[in-house]
């Protein structure tokens, strides 16, 4: 079983509005949760890097939410683009760093 | 891709042959990863190094070789033990005293 479950699997929005990506993460001990964002065929970008005491950070329009008790993350992308079409990864590391587990991540496509 | 180079980007392979993947860093980090993306899976981890001349194994090391004689340098090796090798590699780097992860573009390796 995959310790970091990413929901939905895909979403389709229409540009402009707004949206809400899932991950919920069981491995302990705890070091830090990123994003990422995946274009088709790229490598994952980075969005945003929280560490336990971090429960916000913002990158432009994306929003990362961290509940370290309840072990859950969000990202909540605003006013969406086209260009928001992507795969987006939930990583969580764990306490030495090397230990990194992957979402399985989950596919957004922004329509017209 | 943050000054992490693959190469090439697509490879193909007869089964039986061994190739072996390309991955440059000019960010002087003293990481490296290489991980393996299939569809709908999260990211697997098949070597990291933290230091030239030593690399440890991660969760599916079977069938893959590294080497690490150069800071810069991490290539990796599919040999013809390992049974599916065809799907996505990255490549990422990290300075150790970061959280952050640099992915690279990636390689996509198809094997018939």
């Known amino acids: 079983k995959n310790q970091v479950e990413q929901s939905p699997q895909s979403l389709i929005i229409l540009e402009g509005k707004n949206c809400t990506l899932q991950?919920?993460?069981?491995?302990?001990?705890?070091?830090?949760l990123r994003w990422y964002k995946q274009d088709t065929g790229r490598g994952p970008v980075s969005l945003t890097i929280?560490?336990?005491?971090?429960n916000t950070k913002s990158n432009g329009r994306y929003t990362a939410t961290l509940d370290a008790d309840t072990k859950q993350s969000s990202l909540h992308i605003t006013a969406s683009q086209l260009s928001d079409s992507a795969s987006y990864i939930c990583?969580?590391?764990?306490?030495?760093?090397?230990?990194?587990?992957f979402g399985a991540g989950t596919r957004l496509t922004v329509k017209p | 891709d943050g000054g992490i180079t693959q190469s090439p980007k697509y490879l193909f392979r007869k089964e039986g042959q061994n190739v072996t993947l390309s991955c440059e860093q000019n960010?002087?980090?003293?990481?490296m990863y290489w991980y393996r993306q299939d569809p709908g899976q999260g990211l697997r981890l098949i070597y990291y190094?933290?230091?030239?001349?030593?690399?440890q194994k991660g969760d599916i090391a079977e069938g893959y070789s590294v080497s690490r004689e150069k800071k810069e340098s991490f290539p990796l090796t599919v040999t013809s033990a390992q049974k599916n090798p065809t799907a996505f590699y990255l490549c990422?780097?990290?300075?150790?005293?970061?959280?952050?992860?640099?992915f690279g573009p990636g390689t996509r390796l198809t094997v018939t």
């Open positions: 990422a780097s990290r300075d150790l005293t970061a959280y952050e992860q640099y």
């Open positions: 991950c919920n993460y069981t491995v302990s001990p705890f070091s830090n």
């Open positions: 929280m560490t336990f005491s971090e």
């Open positions: 990583v969580v590391s764990l306490y030495n760093n090397n230990d990194m587990r």
């Open positions: 960010l002087n980090h003293d990481a």
């Open positions: 190094s933290q230091i030239v001349n030593d690399f």
